[in-house]
C-alpha cells in the first residue's frame, strides 16, 4: 500500500526544519538541523549559503524515513523561509558573498543618509521598515563598503531564491519574500523603481516575480538521491515565515492575531488590502491575492530569557540540572514567585536593538526601579513582562488600524509555558489560544501548496485543520494592574529612547 504526503520545509536564521504531513495535515514525522551564525564582527550576522542548502538537503530526506517496510509518495514540498536575508552570486550562481541574515546590524551606518521624507516615501509604497534587516538598506551599504563586488554581483537574492536555483536553474522570488525586501511596490506587485534607483541597481539584478503558489517542477536529476525524490515532484515556492505562520495557526480572520515568542518575536495579523502605518511602524506583506499580513517583528524575545539563564542566574540552571527539569522552566517558576509588576521593578528588553516597535538599532537594555529589595524572582519576572510589554507597544500601534481584537493564537517556544501564556493573556486583556501544531511555517507551507494545487478552495479551510490545545482568559484584577504598569513603562520607554545612540556609541568607544 502507498500513503500520499506532503512536506512543509522551513529555512530558518539558525536551523533548517522539514515536516511531513499526511493528506489531513497531521504531521507525521521531523527532521531539523542547526547551523552556525558568524558574528566575527559587531553587528555582524552572516551565514554559510551552501551549509543551509546541504541542509535543506538532508531534512527533506530524513523525515521521509518513517518505515522501512512502507512506500510513500510525496504530492509536493512547500517551502516556509526566513525574512530579509541577502547575498550576492556571480553569473555561474556562486556565493560573492556569505547570507546577510535580518540580525545583520552593520548596515545602521547608511541610515543617516536617506531623508527622512524619502525614506518614509518608500516604506509607504514597499510596506517594509526603513531598518538594517532590511535589503534595501543592506544593497546601501554593500555599495559603500565594497564597490567592487557591488559592481561585479550578477544577482543580489535570498536565501530561498538560492536554494530555487540550485534545484532547478531559475531566479525566482514569491511576492512574499519579495515584499519583505523593501524593493517591491505592494499595490502594483512590481520592482519599485524609486526604491531601486536609491539602491543604484536595476530589476535585472533582481529575481523574476511569481506568487507565493507558483509550482515548479523537473529539479536537476542529480539531487534525485539527496532529496529522495523524483526530479519531477512538484514543489511550491511558498512564501515567508511570518505570513504563513498566521495561516498555519489560523489567524487569518479579521481580530485574530498571532503571537510569536521564539529566539525573537512577532505579532502579526490579516488585512484584505495594503495598510502602511503613518509614521513606519509596521510592516505589510503579501501572502496570496488579498491577504496581507500586517505587524511588528521584534529582536528580543527568547533570547533576552537565554541570557538571563547564563549570565544572571547560572545556580538557577545548575539546580535545575540537579533537579532534572528544564532550565527554562525551573526560571519561569521562580518568575511565578512574583507579583505581576514584579513588585516595582521594570526591564527594557533591546539586549540586540530593536525592530518594532521602536525601529532603533542603538536601543539598549536596562533595568529601572531596581532596588534592595527586589529579589531574582522579581528580575526575572520583570524580563518576562518587558518582552511582553514590547509586543504589546507593537499591538497599539495596529490595534487602531484593525477590527476589533477577538484572541491570540501563540505560537514559538513561549506557548509551551502556561505561566507565560497566562502572563500575556493578562498583559494583552485578550484570550490566548495555543493551536494544536507546533510547526506553524511548515504548515502554512503545506496549507498554501493545497490551496495551489485546488485541493483547498479556500485559504479558511485551515480551521478544519488547526484545532486548540490550550486556552487562557485573562485575569481582568492583573490586566488592571498590568495596565497602569504599562503607562509607566511607556513613558519610560520614552524618555529613554533620546539616549540610545549617544549610549551606542560611548559603548563603542570603550
Known sequence: MTDSYMIGVDIGTTSTKAVLFNGNGSAIN???????????????????????????????????????????????????????????????????????????????????????????QIYQRTGTPIHPMSPFIKLR?????????????????????????????????????????????????????????????????????????????????????????????????GATDGVLSNLGVNAITPGVFALTIGTSGALRTVVRKPLTHNEGKSFCYTLVDDYWVIGGPVNNGGIVLRWVKEQLARDVAEEAVTLGVDPYDHLLQIASQSSPGANGLLFFPYLTGERAPLWDADARGSFVGLSLHHTKADMIRAVLEGITFNLYMVYETLEKHIDTPRCLQATGGFSRSPFWRQLVADIFGLEVLVPESYESSCLGAVILGQYGEGTLKSLHAVKEIVGTLHRHDPNQIKHEVYQKTYSLYKQMTNALQPTYKELAQWQKSL
Open 141 to 237: 551599504w554593500l555599495k559603500n563598503e565594497y564597490p567592487d563586488m557591488f559592481q561585479s554581483a550578477d544577482k543580489f537574492i535570498s536565501i530561498k531564491e538560492y536554494i530555487f536555483y540550485k534545484l532547478f536553474g531559475q531566479y525566482v522570488i514569491e511576492y512574499s519574500m519579495a515584499s519583505t525586501t523593501g524593493l517591491f511596490h505592494l499595490e502594483n506587485r512590481q520592482w519599485d523603481d524609486e526604491a531601486l534607483a536609491v539602491c543604484e541597481i536595476d530589476s535585472s539584478k533582481l529575481s523574476r516575480l511569481v506568487p507565493t503558489t507558483y509550482k515548479l517542477t523537473s529539479f536537476h536529476k542529480q539531487y534525485e538521491q539527496a532529496l529522495s525524490l523524483p526530479a519531477e515532484t512538484p514543489f511550491y515556492i
Open 30 to 120: 521531523q527532521a531539523t538541523v542547526e547551523y552556525p551564525l558568524f558574528s566575527t564582527k559587531v553587528g555582524m550576522a552572516e551565514q554559510d549559503p551552501k551549509e543551509i542548502f546541504r541542509a535543506v538537503q538532508y531534512v527533506m530526506k530524513k523525515c521521509q524515513q518513517i518505515h522501512s517496510d512502507q512506500l510513500i509518495t510525496i504530492s509536493f514540498v512547500s517551502f516556509s523561509s526566513a525574512m530579509h536575508s541577502l547575498m550576492a552570486v556571480d553569473k555561474e550562481g556562486e556565493p560573492l558573498t556569505r547570507l546577510i541574515t535580518w540580525a545583520d546590524q552593520r548596515a545602521s551606518s547608511v541610515m543617516d543618509s536617506l531623508e527622512e521624507n524619502e525614506a518614509l
